[in-house]
């Protein structure tokens, strides 16, 4: 059986960039997503999930994760984040764009109120449709599937 199909596959279906690696008989896809997490909120490329893929017994194996080891804001940068967003004025610009992926990782860093105002984030700036209302909806779904993953920080303040 070949795996050449299987990541044709994944590639079409991926919504941002692709690493691949292998180890042993088993396939290693990462998934990468630009994420506000060095000093000064810049943007890193990140592993957002890694899926591995073997075979048992002729039958293809697909395990897929989210990447745990994601550097979470602390409690000074997540309270900087809140106060930005508080006090960003009205209409849409793609500053608040970056706002949204801030309030993102806040909310992955287990802040309850960044994770309210992430999702009233659409709402409050009327995101455009198009690549910023895309690029939301692709934050939502990450955050989904961090919150759907056992083990990841709880959203609880």
């Known amino acids: 059986m070949t ?9 079409l279906r991926c919504a941002g960039k692709i690493r691949l690696t292998s180890h042993n008989d088993t396939l290693f896809v990462q998934e ?13 490329e990140t592993v957002w999930t890694t899926e591995k893929i ?17 550097r979470r804001y602390s409690a000074a940068e997540i309270q900087e984040v809140l106060e930005t967003y508080r006090n ?18 806040a909310a992955l860093s287990g802040s309850k109120q960044a994770w309210m105002s992430f999702t009233e984030f659409k709402d409050r700036f009327d995101v455009p449709d198009g690549a910023y209302s895309q690029e ?3 934050l939502k779904e990450m955050l ?9 920080t709880q959203i609880v303040s």
Do not use: C
């Not at 009205?90 to 309030?103: H, R, T, V, W, Y």
């Not at 989904?144 to 990841?152: K, P, S």
């Open 32 to 44: 990468l997503y630009p994420l506000p997490i060095v000093d000064n909120f810049e943007f890193e």
């Open 136 to 138: 939301y909806r692709v």
């Open 54 to 70: 073997y075979f048992t017994d002729n039958k293809v194996n697909r395990k897929k994760s989210v990447n745990s080891g994601i």
């Open 88 to 105: 960003a004025g009205s209409g849409f610009d793609e500053s608040k764009m970056k706002i949204a992926n801030q309030l993102f990782v």
């Open 3 to 11: 795996l050449i199909p299987l990541i044709r596959n994944l590639y």
């Open 144 to 152: 989904a599937q961090w919150e759907a993953q056992e083990g990841h």
